[in-house]
């Protein structure tokens, strides 16, 4: 059907608009503005989420709001380093062991190309994932995540698929800003090629990780370089402009990353250091996604990056690539992975397993 301009066109558009007033009815006495002001509601965590992920998000409540939507002023990489040292006093009990008591997997801390890595073995090799690898680049706003944590999404991956995985440390952006991390990224792929075939590799992670595979693609692509077979990208970071029309509808309904005012905006401009924001190796959906490996997306109804994750997805098919997205009810930023075992944990991976059995 073609939509050209005509008198069919504008009387077909009348008629849907006097339609549509029939259902929701008309104010002729009021002036159009361009907003409008929504009731103060109180929520709670939605009751379609699986009872373990459920009562941890009741549990978190409100105790992230303070935290996440503080203004940093000065130094904002030192203001950041001074969240990464009270995150790294949180997290002190988990290490290295725990990941492998946790998920059976066998972690060995090792160096590709100069760069830390983690190479992460899972129970058993699944057959089909035999000569193929996973390269895994762990979330924390470019500027967390590091050390043991940088394994511990690649060892769910590991023990979730059966497949082996390369968790890259890569540098902090508090370390060193763009380019550091996505350069760290790269040189560990170039390193996998001369072993496995561009086919046999998929790499992927979550929010930040999202971000840097997307951006890893894309420097690929500008190197002339093969592409991976296959992408995991996680509600990722996509846009550090944060146009997403859920950066407003979920700000502060996603109880985990609450708001991207404060520390999500600071940890923008840290990472993206004398670059502007604008650049798509900083902020990949202003890239070229056209010649991109089949990707599989994870987001939730109430994450503050859902539409990040849903604009990647379009994009991407607007490309042409085939993608898979998994949406799920009621979860926040991330927390598809916050309960192993869980419903959302189990069905993230579980259909990562399946996309990469497709495309590997």
Same mark, same amino acid.
């Given at each position: ?12 558009? @009348? ?61 904002? @990489? !030192? ?12 997290? =002190? ?8 008591? !946790?998920? $059976? ?48 999404? $690649? ?5 979730? /698929? ?27 792929? !170039? ?10 590799? /998929? ?5 930040? #990780? ?13 190197? =002339?370089? @093969? ?6 990208? #996680?509600?990722?970071? /996509? ?32 990472? /993206? ?13 202003? $890239? %070229? ?21 849903? =604009?990647?997805?379009? =994009?991407?098919? %607007?490309?042409?690539?085939?993608? %898979? ?36």
């Amino acid at each position: 059907m073609s939509f050209s301009k005509s008198k069919v066109r504008i009387a077909m558009f @009348r008629s849907l608009f006097v339609f549509l007033l029939g259902f929701f009815g008309s104010n002729t006495g009021s002036v159009a503005s361009e907003g409008w002001v929504v009731p103060e509601k109180q929520l709670s965590a939605a009751s379609g989420l699986s009872d373990e992920t459920r009562q941890l998000l009741i549990a978190l409540g409100a105790s992230q709001f303070d935290m996440r939507k503080m203004t940093l002023d000065g130094d904002l @990489r !030192q203001g950041l380093l001074g969240i990464a040292e009270q995150a790294m006093l949180q997290q =002190k009990d988990i290490t290295i062991e725990t990941h492998e008591s !946790q998920f $059976g997997v066998k972690i060995q801390t090792s160096e590709m190309a100069g760069v830390k890595v983690y190479k992460i073995s899972p129970p058993q090799i699944n057959t089909a994932f035999e000569g193929r690898i996973f390269m895994h680049a762990h979330g924390g706003g470019h500027f967390l995540g590091g050390g043991a944590m940088a394994a511990q999404e $690649g060892a769910m991956i590991a023990a979730s /698929a059966g497949i082996e995985v390369i968790s890259v440390d890569y540098t902090l952006s508090t370390e060193g800003p763009f380019p550091a991390a996505l350069n760290d990224l790269v040189a560990v792929y !170039q390193e996998l090629l001369k072993t496995f075939p561009a086919s046999a590799i /998929a790499v992927g992670g979550s929010s930040a #990780g999202g971000n840097l595979t997307l951006a890893t693609v894309l420097k690929l692509k500008e190197l =002339k370089l @093969r592409v991976p077979g296959a992408l995991f990208v #996680g509600t990722p970071n /996509a846009d550090l402009l944060f146009t997403g029309d859920s950066i407003i509808t979920n700000e502060y309904v996603d109880n985990t990353l609450v708001t991207v005012e404060g520390m999500i905006r600071a940890s923008a401009k840290v990472y /993206a250091g004398e670059y502007e924001l604008t650049n798509p190796l900083i902020s990949p959906l202003y $890239g %070229d996604f056209s010649d991109f490996p089949p990707t599989y997306l994870v987001s939730g109804t109430r994450d503050l990056l859902l539409s990040d994750t849903v =604009k990647v997805h379009r =994009k991407l098919r %607007d490309a042409g690539v085939e993608t %898979d997205l998994n949406i799920f009810e009621g979860v926040p930023h991330g927390a598809y992975l916050a309960v192993p075992g869980s419903k959302e944990f189990n069905g993230a991976l579980g259909d990562l397993k399946t996309f990469l059995q497709r495309h590997l």
